[in-house]
């Protein structure tokens, strides 16, 4: 009985392993890169590649807000933007996004958003517009490799 108990335990865990691996880390991307460039081919519905594509837009529309409040040195329109592509912004999104996203996808995402709070806070702290592009600059690098590593394919149903 014992050796029963034990054997079902390790089949059980080898399973919660595997499903981990799937559900957090690796998430629901094709095996096979994009020929064409290599990125990696994420998997996702139509309303799980709206809710991604809508985020990058807040994104742009949050860096074009900045870059211009930024070059009129208006802080108070830097703060706002910023702030609107934190991680408040990251609420909301369907429910199966969180196991077919890889997490580096996550990770990036994440951080991208903590970058957007990081640089609303400076800007109200410090005030200081070359400061505040100086941070827009460093989180762009996530934009770039996000786009640089990733590409969005419908599932088929």
């Known amino acids: 009985m014992c050796k029963l108990s034990w054997s079902i ?3 059980l865990l ?3 392993i595997a499903m ?3 559900f957090i880390y690796s998430g629901s991307v094709s095996p096979i890169r994009d020929n064409r460039d290599g990125r990696q081919v994420l998997i996702l519905n139509t309303v799980e590649r709206d809710f991604v594509l809508a985020e990058m837009r807040l994104f742009l529309s949050s860096v074009q807000a900045i870059t211009e409040g930024v070059s009129n040195e208006d802080m108070p329109q830097v703060i706002k933007a910023a702030g609107k592509a934190g991680a408040q912004a990251a609420q909301g999104g369907p429910s199966s996004l969180a196991g077919k996203l890889p997490l580096t996808f996550k990770k990036l995402g994440r951080d991208t958003h903590k970058k957007f709070d990081t640089l609303a806070l400076d800007a109200k702290q410090l005030g200081d517009p070359q400061h505040s592009l100086q941070q827009l600059s460093e989180l762009m690098n996530n934009c770039i490799a996000c ?3 990733y590409k ?3 599932e088929l149903e």
Do not use: Q
Request: glycine content about 0%; aromatic content about 14%.
């Open 147 to 149: 786009h640089s590593t």
């Open 9 to 11: 335990s390790f089949v």
């Open 14 to 16: 080898i399973a919660l």
């Open 152 to 154: 969005i394919n419908i």
């Open 20 to 22: 981990s691996y799937k």
